[in-house]
């Protein structure tokens, strides 16, 4: 991992073990509302959350907010085939709470 890298400020920032590193974010960027549920999901099928980690590893190595940023709105327009509760029930993580952690970790200019 790059020092200073999205995963490296992250897994120090919050105390995280790298193990932990993919389903940390993933709790740290489910809507607080919709926790519960989330849970509920996670524990009967995993593989729901499958994009949310496809996006985690893509910033993981990032190391500014703009380049995450990108990579984000990349993620925001490609036509995925989006589930019910994807879609409608927004259970799945926050890209916006995603950039708000990103930009607790690294400088942001604008």
């Not at 949310?52 to 036509?79: C, G, M």
Request: aromatic letters at 16%; proline letters at 6%.
């Amino acid at each position: 991992m790059e020092e200073g890298s999205f995963y490296t400020l992250f897994c120090a920032k919050f105390k995280c073990p790298p193990a932990e590193f993919e389903i940390t974010v993933l709790w740290r960027t489910v809507s607080f509302g919709l926790l519960p549920f989330v849970r509920l999901l996670w524990q009967a099928k995993p593989a729901h959350f499958a994009p949310d980690f496809v996006l985690i590893n893509a910033i993981k190595d990032l190391t500014s907010y703009y380049k995450i940023r990108e990579v984000v709105n990349y993620y925001n327009i490609q036509p995925q085939k989006k589930s019910f509760l994807r879609r409608n029930l927004k259970l799945r993580m926050s890209k916006g709470r995603l950039l708000r952690l990103a930009a607790d970790l690294f400088p942001v200019d604008e």
